[in-house]
């Protein structure tokens, strides 16, 4: 079982910057691919960035140029650095991993808890 938790959020003026961290614990055998989610109230999930074990990225394209993924392997962590924010990036912000075994075989997905990110003057 791995337990992931998140850190960083909170309230910031639009044009700040955030940086979130998220890190796992538990019976880690090999974390694979980890990503951030957000969720603002009344919308579905969205993946915000995510990251593989060799460090390739992608992110949503409303955050492209704003946002930065980024994780350190022997730390079992994963950040997130927010720049430009907009109050648009208003939400809860979630920390997603999973685990590879071998031979094909996945953990199922885990999920942190969530910070809360606000931007609003």
């Known amino acids: 079982q791995v337990q992931l938790v998140e850190s960083g959020g909170g309230l910031v003026q639009p044009g700040g910057s955030l940086r979130l961290s998220c890190a796992a614990s538990?019976?880690?055998?090999?974390?694979?691919?980890m990503a951030w989610y957000r969720q603002a109230p009344g919308k579905e999930r969205e993946l915000v960035a995510g990251?593989?074990?060799?460090?390739?990225?992608n992110y949503a394209e409303s955050v492209k140029g704003r946002f930065t993924i980024s994780r350190d392997n022997a730390k079992n962590t994963v950040y997130l650095q927010m720049n430009s924010l907009k109050p648009e990036d208003t939400a809860v912000y979630y920390c997603?991993?999973?685990?590879?075994?071998?031979?094909?075989?996945?953990?199922?997905?885990?999920w942190g808890q969530g910070t809360q990110v606000t931007v609003s003057s």
């Open positions: 538990g019976g880690i055998f090999r974390l694979h691919a």
């Open positions: 997603n991993a999973r685990q590879y075994y071998g031979s094909g075989v996945y953990s199922p997905d885990y």
């Open positions: 990251i593989t074990t060799t460090g390739s990225t």
